[in-house]
């Protein structure tokens, strides 16, 4: 083996590089928050394929003076700290000192500063961390770096490099990201001559969204904010339509600091899980504002991931400022109509009937469907003509057709609409029990013999630490020995609900959410409980049943989705339907 050395400092940097440095977009970041901490209210970003043959950023901000030009590119030299207390509330973006020292390791680095009461600037190069003098230059006032040639040396590390027009997206992703939090401040970004993106000093947060997320999305994002002492929030987001399966339109800011942290994240699909489905993220751009002692930023070299001090109200604000955010807004609202108005209004004979109560649900699988042929025909017929249905083409529940015991079809002005029975009746679960929140304590249906569930002992202490919690939403447990819960009762109007099922549902929830608010397990637990008591697909529903569920999801606060964020209701517009048959 060879014998142990010391390895050479210019070497220690590179290796210490990796970890601030991975490709150009990450020089761009670094060299960006530093003009933003200078003070900065333009900054231009010119790059020259993608980054890797050149990027150049030009601020106006407070510069550096001469004298500490080589002290800025040294290791560990930073102007934001002085002492380890100053860890404990840390407000600039940048305080490492590492950024410039990695840059200049693994690349070709010039540095052109101006102070604002200097009449003349100074430059200093650094050719992989070769440190050359201090000269005199002219510059105007503010900080140009000039980073050429990244990663030459270092071929290991190049060839890691994507095409120049995927690191040129990266770098350009990076401007908007601070472009969107950093009102005041003029941001320019060009790639090989061609301008990729820009906003002006004075553009507002409606303007630079419109500049990242396009301005048709911009103009329907909805506007959030929650002031507070300690803990503040504001928001933008985007239509439902606009969400993605992918994270890249989630901007979430921590005191101008973009960070990407797993479980905002999951606070963010909470809040938006009733209107955004399954699986996808928001368009969103959220920023916090929260006192700095009470976040931890020193965690990772590129200053993406934090820690909070006040986990649980942190995120339970992100969560409740999305709900209450959204349950007022247009998004909430019926686009086509009321479920409930043929109801109310027709009967099978044609006639006018009383908005009256219908009576409680029946839910069985009948020998036939009750449906012709013929009266599938004339549906299919008044659909084509935009016409309404006459009486005698009217199938079961008013102008409603089930097809395959889970759809339900109806005409409507400019189109038809296709309703899921499951997710309607979900969402009608999760309004009512609300309700009967709002107005005190969900009704209980004591069980005449309990339902029993075998667990393990640590599974029967957790949830019966949430047992209040439970009791509060009609569910009734207690510990029936060892290793056995009890569930002694159910929500009333939950006439399908399984006890077993419910109760693995809770564990789960449980077992996910330790750290969880009850308000927060409170909601988990409405979801479950509105999806476990409906309907299912592929369960017949008969005209009563169906006449009931349609009344009783007449006047819901939010008829869009389902409780986990699948449609409740669709429309196919005529030109959809001209399309799907190539007349389109």
């Known amino acids: 083996m060879s014998p142990i050395r010391k390895l050479d400092a210019v070497v220690v940097d590179q290796i210490a590089a990796g970890e601030v440095v991975e490709r150009p977009s990450s020089v761009v970041k670094e060299l960006v928050e530093n003009a933003l901490d200078a003070g900065a209210t333009s900054i231009d970003v010119i790059l020259l394929d993608g980054g890797l043959r050149r990027i150049e950023v030009r601020d106006n901000g407070h510069g550096i003076v001469a004298a500490e030009l080589v002290l800025a590119v040294t290791s560990h030299a930073t102007s934001k700290l002085s002492s380890s207390a100053d860890l404990e509330a840390i407000a600039s973006l940048g305080f490492r000192g590492e950024a410039l020292a990695s840059i200049a390791s693994v690349a070709r680095l010039e540095v052109i500063s101006r102070t604002p009461h200097n009449p003349a600037g100074a430059s200093l190069k650094v050719d992989f961390g070769v440190v050359g003098e201090v000269r005199d230059a002219a510059a105007v006032k503010g900080t140009r770096f000039i980073v050429a ?258 759809f339900l079809f109806r005409p409507v002005a400019g189109g038809v609409e296709i309703i899921d029975q499951h997710a309607l009746h979900e969402r009608v679960n999760l309004e009512e029990l609300r309700r009967e929140i709002r107005q005190g304590q969900v009704v209980m249906q004591p069980l005449l013999v309990p339902a029993l569930v075998d667990l393990s002992r640590t599974e029967l202490e957790l949830l019966l630490g949430w047992q209040k919690t439970f009791l509060r939403l009609g569910v009734d447990v207690d510990a029936f020995g060892a290793t056995t819960l009890a569930i002694r009762g159910v929500p009333a109007r939950l006439t399908r609900l399984h006890p077993e099922k419910l109760v693995m549902d809770l564990l789960e929830m449980a077992a996910e959410n330790r750290a969880a608010s009850p308000e927060m397990i409170q909601e988990e637990m409405l979801f479950s409980m509105a999806c476990r008591g409906a309907v299912m697909a592929g369960d017949y529903v008969d005209r009563e049943a169906l006449q009931s569920l349609l009344q009783r999801g007449a006047n819901l606060p939010q008829d869009r989705t389902c409780a986990h964020g699948r449609p409740v209701r669709i429309l196919l517009s005529i030109e959809d339907l001209e399309k799907a048959f190539f007349r389109r």
């Not at 890691?160 to 969107?180: I, N, P």
């Not at 009750?370 to 599938?376: E, P, Y």
């Not at 009486?391 to 015991?405: D, K, T, V, Y």
Request: glycine residues 6%; charged residues 25%.
């Open 149 to 406: 040639d990244l990663f030459a040396e270092l071929p290991a590390r190049r060839k890691f490099m994507k095409q120049a027009s995927t690191e040129a997206g990266h770098c350009v992703a990076w401007v908007e990201r601070l472009a969107l939090v950093h009102e005041g401040v003029a941001f320019r970004c060009e790639n090989n001559g061609r301008l990729m993106f820009e906003v002006r000093a004075d553009d507002d947060l409606s303007a630079r969204c419109a500049s990242v997320f396009g301005a048709h999305i911009a103009q329907r994002m909805i506007a959030l904010d929650r002031p507070g002492e300690g803990l503040s929030c504001s928001a933008r987001i985007g239509p439902p339509e606009s969400a993605r399966r992918d994270a890249r339109r989630v901007h979430l800011f921590l005191n101008g600091r973009w960070v990407r942290d797993a479980r905002l994240l999951r606070a963010v699909r909470e809040g938006v899980k009733e209107y955004v489905p399954i699986g996808y993220y928001p368009t969103l751009f959220l920023a916090l504002h929260l006192d700095p002692e009470r976040v931890d930023v020193n965690v990772h070299p590129q200053k993406t991931e934090v820690r909070f001090r006040d986990e649980r109200i942190v995120f339970g604000t992100v969560v409740s400022t999305l709900r209450q955010c959204l349950a007022a807004s247009t998004w909430a609202t019926r686009s086509v109509g009321v479920f409930g108005s043929a109801v109310a209004e027709t009967s099978s004979s044609g006639g006018a009937t009383s908005s009256h109560s219908f009576p409680a649900p029946s839910w069985q699988r009948p020998d036939d469907l009750r449906t012709s042929s013929a009266q599938r025909l004339d549906l299919a017929s008044a659909v084509a003509a935009q016409l309404p249905l006459t009486s005698a083409a009217q199938p079961a529940a008013a102008e409603f057709l089930s097809i395959a015991n889970t």
